[in-house]
């Protein structure tokens, strides 16, 4: 099947590459598929997710609640959808790279964004004084390609940090290392943000950080 371009599958395509899993069943004929697993505050995410895939992938499940815990999952087949996956330069690899096209058209780019920092962004407001809205993207690797393409379309600065430190995950000592990419919302880009990023962001408490934060300083 062909897959139009849209700001849906701009969106639904950050979503999939931070927040997402694309996972390979190797049976007689290998299976594709790709799950979202969070909890409560990303539910909004995973309905907008679901029912992107339902309009322009043709793919519809549930979305499951896994027991004894406040964990929602949802998965889709994308066997049949691989091929056009590669042409349309959507990949699932760590860290997310923007596909051609989102990079190209603004619109595209903010809507995509906008599933990035619904999958792995984190909002913050920092100094008193003189007070900044700082966006960071966690990733496993340095987000080399994204750093750049918001550097250029947001008109910012932007920088990228290593961690590593030792964290308990169920019960499991886990030594783990991570990328936190960072940019600043300012009078700069605020229109760019405004218009092609914020109406897409699903989750509310990440909206609500961007909206305040450009009204109460008023940039707008």
Not at 81 to 90: R, V
Not at 119 to 126: E, M, P, Q, S, T
Not at 173 to 180: A, K, L, M, Q
């Amino acid at each position: 099947m062909k897959i139009s371009l849209s700001e849906g599958l701009a969106y639904w395509s950050g979503v999939a590459q931070s927040d997402g899993s694309f996972k390979k069943h190797s049976t007689k004929k290998p299976r594709y598929e790709i799950g979202l697993g969070v909890n409560k505050k990303s539910l909004p995410m995973v309905i907008k997710f679901k029912e992107i895939s339902k309009r322009l992938l043709h793919r519809n499940a549930k979305i499951f609640k896994r027991k004894n815990q406040n964990v929602w999952d949802f998965c889709i087949g994308v066997s049949r959808l691989t091929q056009e996956f590669n042409k349309l330069d959507i990949n699932f690899d760590d860290p997310p790279k923007p596909p051609k096209w989102c990079a190209e058209d603004i619109k595209f780019f903010g809507a995509y964004l906008a599933g990035i920092i619904d999958g792995d962004g984190n909002i913050r407001v920092k100094r008193k004084r003189y007070p900044q809205c700082a966006v960071r993207i966690i990733s496993g690797h340095k987000q080399n390609e994204l750093r750049n393409f918001i550097t250029m379309k947001l008109s910012c600065s932007s920088h990228t940090t290593r961690y590593e430190a030792d964290r308990t995950l169920e019960g499991r000592n886990i030594h783990g290392v991570w990328y936190e990419l960072e940019f600043l919302i300012s009078s700069k880009n605020y229109r760019i943000v405004k218009e092609f990023i914020l109406p897409h962001i699903s989750i509310e408490h990440k909206k609500d950080k961007i909206k305040s934060f450009i009204e109460n300083r008023r940039i707008n």
